[in-house]
C-alpha cells in the first residue's frame, strides 16, 4: 500500500509512552464506535461478495472467472481477521490518537511526501492513493461540521491536547488508514482490491457521519462545549475591520492548508498536492506581501478586473461560437495586461497574491490538456475552449471548483465533455440538437455569468433534462438495433454452419445429383431451422443424423449384419426426411416423386455386390486430395502466425466493454466514432452504434485487433474531464519538479 496518499499507518504512531488514560465518555465512544464500525465493515464485504460473483457470472473467459472467484474465496476466507484487525486498530486510536502535527511527515520520521517520491509511484499504487484520497476529501467535505466540533471537543478532553495542536481519532484519514493497514492481510490484485475500497467508501466511510454526531452527543452529554460556535470567520472580519486591506492580503498569502476552515480546496488531498508542488516552483522567492511597494489583488478584485475584460479581446463573439480552432488564451498574460492597466487608490503596483497566481496556472494548465485531450471531439472542443475565462472567474469566485466532484460549474463541464465523446467531424452542426444545446449553453455562460454560481445549476440541469430525452431515445433505437443484429447474426452463423457441414460431409463421399441436390437445397432449410431453435427443440443432433445415416445407407454392406442395420434404419430415414421436407415445405407439388427416386436410390444401393464395392474402392484414394489438404495447412499456419502477432491486441480489444466509445481511422483519412453496443459470442461478433443508436459498423476480434495494430482503432476514456485533466496537471507539475 502506497503511503503518498496522506493515509497513514498506526505503527508510524506508536511509541513508548504514546497511550493516554481515556476519560469515561471517550471509552463510551470508542465502544460505540468499534461496534458501529464493525457492522458497517460487515456489511461492506457482503457488498464485495455479491459484487464479484456478479462479475464472475459476467466475465468472457474462464480465466477471468476464475480470478473473481479465487478473489471472493481469498476474502472469505480472511475477512473475519480483516474485521478484527480493522476493529482493534479503530481502538488504537483513541488508545493512542494522533496528532495533527504527525499526519505532515517530518524529514526524520521516514519518507517525506516530496515531488521525487510521489514520481516513483507505482501505477496499482497510485490507483489506490486516487481512490483513498478521493474517500477521503468526500466525507472531509461532507461531514466537515460534525468532524471541526468533534475535533474541538477530544481537543478538549485528551491531556496535552490543544487547539494548536488538536486530536481527532475518528478524522475520516484515521479510519481509512486503520482499514487500509488491516486489509494488507487480502492478497489480491488491484481491480478487485479497487473493488473492495469502493465497498469500503459505500458503506463504511459515507455512514461516518451517524458515528460523528453519537461522539459529538456523548461529548455534549458530558458538558463538553455544549454550544459549540464556530468564529472563524468573525475573527478574520475583525483582523481585516483592524488592519484594513493588509488582514485581507494576509489571508490570500496563507498557504493552501490554512484553507479549511471556509471549506476551500484545502480539505482536497489532490489540490494540496498541486499547492505543495506549484509553491515548490516558488521556493527562494519572498513573499509578495513583505514588498511594501506592492499592492496585492485580492479575490474580490481580480473577479470585477475579469468581468469588465471585453470578450473581443480574447477572440470569441457573441455569434458563431464553433468557428476557427480551439482557442486557446494565455491566461497569464490577460491578467497581466489587466493589472498593467489597473491604478491603486495607494499609488502601488498592483500584482497578484501567491494562491490567486497559482489559481489562475492550474486553471491554465487544465484547458492546456482539455484542448490536447484527443478523447474530445474536436467541435466540442471548440466550443469548451471559449469557457476558459468565465471558468477563471469561477475558481477565484469559489475556489471549492477543484475540491467537490458535485461543484455546478465542474459538474456542467463534465457533462459537456462526456455529451460530445460521440459527436464526429461528419455531423451536420446546423442540424444537430446536441450541438445546437452545446453551443447555447456556451453562450449563455458568455453573455450571462456574473459571479452567480447558480447559473452553472440551472444550466446543468437543463441539459441533464435534455440529454435524459435524448438518450431515451437514443436507447430505444439502439435495442431495436441490438436484437435485429443478433437475430441477423445468428441466422448468418447457422447458415454457415449448415453449409460448412454439408459440404465437408459430401466431400468426403460420392452421392447420386439427385441425393446431393435434396439435402444442399431441401434438407439445409431443415438444418437451418433446427439450429436457430435448438437452445428450445433440441433438434440440430437428429438433424446431423439424418445426413450421416442416409449417406451411410447409400453405400452398398456387405456384412450380415450392416444390412441387417439398413434394413432397421432405412424406414424411420425415410419418414424423418420426408416430415422435415414437408416442414419447410420442399417441392411440395413434386414431393412424392422425389421421395420414390429417393427410395430407389437406396434400393440399388442395398443390391450392390462386392465388384461395385471394390469399384469404389480406388475412388475413395481418388477423393482423398493430399494437394489441398497440404494447402489449407499452410493456410492455416499463416493465419496462426498473424494471429500471434495480434494476440496483445486481442487483450485491448477484450477490455473494451459494451458502452464504452472507439474512433474508426479510415485510410481516407476520415474518422468516426462508436460506441460498442453489443458482444455476439456465438458469432464472435461486435456490432459499434452511433449516438443515435443507430448501426454502424461490426467486426470481429481479430479483425478489430489488426484495426488497432495498424493505428486505426483507439479507445477514448470516459472518466470525467476535469478529474482527468487534474490528474495530468499533477502528473506534469511531478516531472517538473523532479
Known sequence: ?????????????????????????????????????????QGAFDAVDDSLFELANNARSNNEQNR??????EIRIKRKGVEKHFQTAVAHLFSHPPRSSATIAAPEQGNPQTADSLSLVHNDDLEEQVALNAMVTKSRAYFQGPLIQLQTRFSVVYPGATAEDPVNPLAPEHVCGAFVEA?????????????????????????????????????????????????????????QKEHGGQAQTRENNADYNAQPQTGSPGDEALFEQIGQLLAQQRSGHAPRSADPNLHLVGAAELFQLLTSLPRESTNYTS??????????????????????????????????????????????????????????????QVLISRLQIPILKVVIKDKSFFSKANHPARKLLNSLARAGIGWSESDEKTRDKLYEHIHTIVLRILNEFDGDITLFEKLS??????????????????????????????SQKAQETVDQLLQDKLAKHRVPDSIRHILLHGWSRVMFLAYLRN??????????????????????????????????????????????????????????EMMGELKHELTEAFRAHALAE??????????????????????????????????????????????????????????????????IEEADCFVFVNR??????????????????????????????VDRALDAVMGSLRRNSG
Open 1 to 41: 500500500m502506497n503511503k503518498q496518499s496522506g493515509i497513514h499507518y498506526l505503527h508510524e504512531h506508536k511509541g513508548p509512552g504514546a497511550a493516554v488514560p481515556l476519560p469515561q465518555e471517550v471509552v463510551r465512544i470508542r465502544d460505540t464506535v468499534v461496534a458501529g464500525l464493525g457492522d458497517l465493515l
Open 68 to 73: 473473481y472467484f479465487e478473489a471472493m474465496r
Open 183 to 239: 486489509a494488507q492481510a487480502l492478497e489480491i490484485q488491484i481491480r478487485e482490491r479497487l473493488i473492495v475500497l469502493k465497498q469500503f467508501d459505500r458503506y463504511v466511510v459515507s455512514n461516518l457521519g451517524m458515528l460523528l454526531d453519537e461522539a459529538n452527543r456523548i461529548l455534549i452529554q458530558a458538558g463538553v462545549i455544549p454550544n459549540f460556535r464556530y468564529h472563524g470567520k468573525t475573527s478574520e472580519q475583525a483582523k
Open 319 to 380: 455569434g458563431n461560437l464553433s468557428a476557427g480552432e480551439p482557442l486557446v488564451v494565455d491566461l497569464r498574460s490577460v491578467v497581466e495586461h489587466l493589472l498593467r492597466n489597473t491604478s491603486s487608490t495607494d499609488g502601488k503596483k498592483p500584482a497578484l497574491n501567491e494562491v490567486d497566481e497559482d489559481l489562475i496556472n492550474l486553471v491554465s494548465m487544465l484547458f492546456e490538456f482539455i484542448l490536447d485531450d484527443y478523447n474530445l471531439s474536436a467541435p466540442i
Open 461 to 490: 440541469e437543463e441539459f441533464d433534462q435534455f440529454l435524459s430525452r435524448e438518450n431515451r431515445k437514443s436507447s430505444l433505437v439502439e435495442q431495436r438495433t441490438r436484437e435485429s443484429e443478433r437475430g441477423r447474426i445468428k
Open 535 to 592: 437452445d428450445v427443440e433440441h433438434r440440430w443432433n437428429q438433424s446431423v443424423k439424418v445426413v450421416d445415416d442416409l449417406i451411410w445407407c447409400l453405400h452398398p454392406h456387405l456384412e450380415d449384419d450392416e444390412r441387417d442395420q439398413w434394413v432397421r434404419v432405412v424406414p424411420g430415414l425415410l419418414k424423418s426426411l420426408r416430415a422435415g421436407l414437408e416442414e419447410v415445405s420442399y417441392n411440395s407439388t413434386n414431393l412424392d
Open 614 to 679: 471394390a469399384k469404389e474402392t480406388p475412388s475413395e484414394l481418388e477423393l482423398q486430395e493430399d494437394i489441398p489438404v497440404v494447402q489449407q495447412t499452410a493456410i492455416e499456419r499463416q493465419q496462426e502466425l498473424e494471429d500471434a502477432a495480434v494476440a496483445e491486441y486481442v487483450t485491448q480489444v477484450d477490455a473494451i466493454d459494451v458502452g464504452n466509445w472507439v474512433e474508426f481511422n479510415l485510410v481516407n483519412g476520415t474518422s468516426f466514432r462508436c460506441k460498442l453496443s453489443a458482444i
Open 692 to 721: 443515435m443508436g443507430l448501426k454502424v459498423i461490426e467486426k470481429t476480434r481479430i479483425e478489430l485487433a489488426h484495426e488497432m495494430r495498424r493505428g486505426r482503432l483507439t479507445t477514448l476514456e470516459q472518466g470525467a474531464l
